[in-house]
Nanobody
Framework: QVQLVESGGGLVQAGGSLRLSCAAS????????MGWFRRAPGKEREFVAA????????YYADSVKGRFTISRDNAKNTVSLQMNSLKSEDTAVYYC??????????????????WGQGTQVTVSS
């Protein structure tokens, strides 16, 4: 069984920064991709960023490109999301996810088979 635990959410003013972390645990954890998704109040869950475990290739939603950076620590089975220049529209619950099957659809939530509980990010304007 794989467990994903997010941390680092909170309240920040617009223009500020936050760093989210996701720790993966399990007897034989492995993943092709790990990603971050978010769900804002009254909206659908949306893709934020993903990283391919084998070579650190990264993928970003257009709305966060240039502001957010996803990275990983292979030794610690941890993936992080550095969020800079935060905007009020970034307010959401952020979820960490792991895809243990190869996919070309890294932005599709249905390709991820493990999910964390989520961490709240609130950006005040």
């Amino acid at each position: 069984q794989v467990q994903l635990v997010e941390s680092g959410g909170g309240l920040v003013q617009a223009g500020g920064s936050l760093r989210l972390s996701c720790a993966a645990s399990g007897r034989t954890f492995s993943a092709y991709f790990m990603g971050w998704f978010r769900r804002a109040p009254g909206k659908e869950r949306e893709f934020v960023a993903a990283i391919r475990w084998s070579d650190d290739s990264t993928y970003y939603a257009d709305s966060v490109k240039g502001r957010f950076t996803i990275s990983r620590d292979n030794a610690k089975n941890t993936v992080s999301l550095q969020m800079n220049s935060l905007k009020s529209e970034d307010t959401a619950v952020y979820y960490c996810a792991a895809a243990q099957r190869w996919t070309t659809q890294v932005m599709s939530a249905i390709r991820y088979n493990y999910w964390g509980q989520g961490t709240q990010v609130t950006v005040s304007s």
